[in-house]
């Protein structure tokens, strides 16, 4: 019975950075890959990257890919998403979800069952 909830989305300057959370409640966590996604208004559900369970694969879209990092820490039952030289077009309510397998990092939301709700994250010029 997973629960997760997204934290640290804001409002930041273009070229700033932000950090986000995702705490997840349940005994399965470490078991699983995990995910971030993020919407514009009126836009498709975009892949921003994920990591494995294990933490040693990670996967990240073409637009974020050298800015973004993914990261997991078990013991804390909490994935990260850091986000550095940021654009205006990053702007957008990030989702962290919970994937049905465990050492790939699907880019198709089809493969994650389970989302929080969501974090803005407004990056002004």
């Known amino acids: 019975q997973e629960q997760l909830a997204e934290s640290g989305g804001g409002l930041v300057q273009a070229g700033g950075s932000l950090r986000l959370s995702c705490a997840v409640s349940g005994l399965t966590f470490s078991n699983y890959a995990m995910g971030w996604f993020r919407q514009a208004p009126g836009k498709e559900r975009e892949f921003v990257g994920g990591i494995s369970w294990s933490g040693a694969g990670t996967n990240y879209g073409d637009s974020v890919k050298g800015r973004f990092t993914v990261s997991r820490d078990t013991a804390k039952n909490t994935v990260y998403l850091q986000m550095n030289s940021l654009k205006p077009e990053d702007t957008a309510v990030y989702y962290c979800?919970?994937?049905?397998?465990?050492?790939?990092?699907?880019?198709?939301?089809?493969?994650?069952?389970?989302w929080g709700q969501g974090t803005q994250v407004t990056v002004s010029s």
């Open positions: 979800a919970k994937a049905t397998t465990r050492n790939r990092v699907l880019r198709d939301r089809g493969g994650y069952d389970r």
